[in-house]
């Protein structure tokens, strides 16, 4: 085996067909490219992201390797997401895996999406790693998770939701409101200029670690068929305070048990990973916890905050070191636990 690997990652599991080039633990390359199809109908339609994939795999490996500089002869290995996912999703990109290594006779690499998400805080960018053991808060359009992570390879989900996603509760609070799917990013931005706490939200009654999302969606719903019955342009007149209050309610859930596991943990250095990582609210709390507790925080730049292969890859890379290869007959889950 050469020295510094070279990968190359795809990632395929929802609506962005993902392709990274990483050179040991150096990013050369990491294209997305989004599917905007799914605008229109509120969400991601599972058909219509597999077929945008098969559209999508080869230019965007193309661009990949291009804007890496190298030749596909200079790859080491090939790595692919397992799942969890869309089936349909998954399997575009397992296929190209698949045959890609085979017909460079190279090792093949499965990773599992969740892990993939976590391990980006070891992407080699001069910005200082998370030391083993530490908790993430890994948090996404399909997943609430806070994970105790050993090693590389050794994760336990300790928290996770029994319900909805906080990606889906930013979401589906944002489809309520009539802004476009992913509706996250949209909320963060009107919250910008709103208060927090102009609207109250019922707060969910979860045990231990876990979450709950559900309640405050049918809270939000509930609130809002209210204000629209007095005043047809509730929603217009208030989109700020509406979208800042949302935000509030969500990141507090989420800190609120990140901070309960810290306690029950006596583990200090945290992280955040996933899609919902983007958000401004959150990423702050953090910085302010870090700053009145003396915690290590590590926060993902916005790039491999959501899906991409680069975070791929560097978990590729730890499998790599450990020789744990996939056969052939790998086979994709849509859902998978550590
Ligand atoms: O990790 P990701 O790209 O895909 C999944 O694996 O699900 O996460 C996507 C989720 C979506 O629910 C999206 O609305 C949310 O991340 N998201 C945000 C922000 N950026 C993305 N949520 C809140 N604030 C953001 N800035
Ligand atoms: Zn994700």
Redesign the pocket.
Known sequence: MSKTPIILGIES??DDTCAAILQGKKILSNIVANQDIHKIYGGVVPELASRAHQQNIIPVVDAAIKKANIKKEDITAIAFTKGPGLLGSLLVGSSFAKSFAIGMNIPLIAVN?MQG?ILSHFIDEGDPMPKFPFLCLTV???HTQIVKIETSSKMEVIGTTIDDAA??A??KSANILGLPY????L??KYAKNGSPHAFEFGKPKVKELNFSFSGLKTSIMRLIQKGVVENHNFIAENLEDLCASIQQSIVSILLKKLKKAIQQTNITQIAIA???S???HLRNELEQLATTKGYQIYIPKFEYC??NAAMITIAAYFKYLDKDFAEQSETSFARLLF
């Open positions: 599991s929802c999406h998400h996404s359009g399909g990606g889906e930013f979401d992913p509706g996250g990013p909320i963060d996933g899609g919902v983007a958000n401004s959501t899906d």
